[in-house]
């Protein structure tokens, strides 16, 4: 069962574009819900993350937007550098239990100079 | 600060075998969690270990095991090898009141043939 839906499987966007990649979930119970960053070859980094009480988090160029009652949130690049092409994932996990973290199937974005 | 170091990076078993993946937490982190991460895929959490003791598991037969040790190091063991089990094998090192909140190694890239 997935529980954390992604999209776009993958996405170009020009330099100085701004990248959107969408995420739904489920599972009522997830109250923490972090981004990932994947380059080839690298286990992946945290990049952003949100809790439910805030509908926007700002981070530098990376913001997650989150609405709690569509369960549906969303990273946004502004002003995309060819150094953000990597594979990002979204994810999400309930902190009051042990820390399993479901991770979404993952964006390849593209940035062309 | 010394990050999530894994062992070996890549290995060739073949079908039936067994084997051994190793990593040393992020320095602070007592809690380690298994990922297993398919070509093109998101990963999946596989369990973790908190205390030396297995805390939480996911979706993964009982030929996968583990073990954490007193300098919250890990083990992965993988009984029986099958070809499905190609995979990279992500360790994530975290607090244990870290919610989702990992820290990855950069991967153990297991080929089954």
């Known amino acids: 069962q997935q529980q954390v839906k992604q999209s776009p499987q993958s996405l170009i966007v020009q330099k100085g574009g701004i990248s959107i990649i969408n995420c739904a979930y489920e599972n009522t119970a997830f109250d923490y819900f972090p981004w990932y960053q994947q380059f080839p070859g690298k286990g992946p980094a945290l990049l952003i993350a949100i809790r439910p009480d805030v509908s926007e988090k700002k981070e530098g160029r990376f913001t997650i937007s989150f609405n709690k009652s569509a369960k549906q949130f969303s990273l946004h690049i502004m002003d995309s550098q060819p150094g953000d092409s990597a594979t990002y994932f979204c994810?999400?996990?309930?902190?009051?239990?042990?820390?399993?973290?479901?991770f979404g199937t993952g964006t390849k974005l593209q940035v062309i100079p | 600060e010394t990050g999530v170091t894994q062992s070996p990076t890549h290995l060739i078993k073949t079908r039936g075998q067994q084997v051994t993946l190793r990593c040393s937490s992020q320095s602070g982190h007592n809690t380690v969690s298994w990922y297993q991460q398919a070509l093109g895929q998101g990963p999946q959490f596989i369990f973790q270990y908190y205390r030396e003791e297995e805390n939480g598991r996911g979706n993964f037969p009982p030929r996968f095991s583990g073990l954490q040790f007193p300098n919250y190091s890990s083990e992965l063991n993988v009984n029986a090898l099958e070809l499905d089990d190609s995979a990279l094998y992500l360790c994530?090192?975290?607090?244990?009141?870290?919610?989702?909140?990992?820290?990855f190694g950069e991967g153990s890239r297991l080929t089954v043939l």
């Open positions: 994530a090192s975290s607090h244990s009141g870290g919610a989702g909140e990992l820290f």
């Open positions: 994810a999400a996990a309930n902190s009051g239990g042990y820390q399993k973290v479901t």
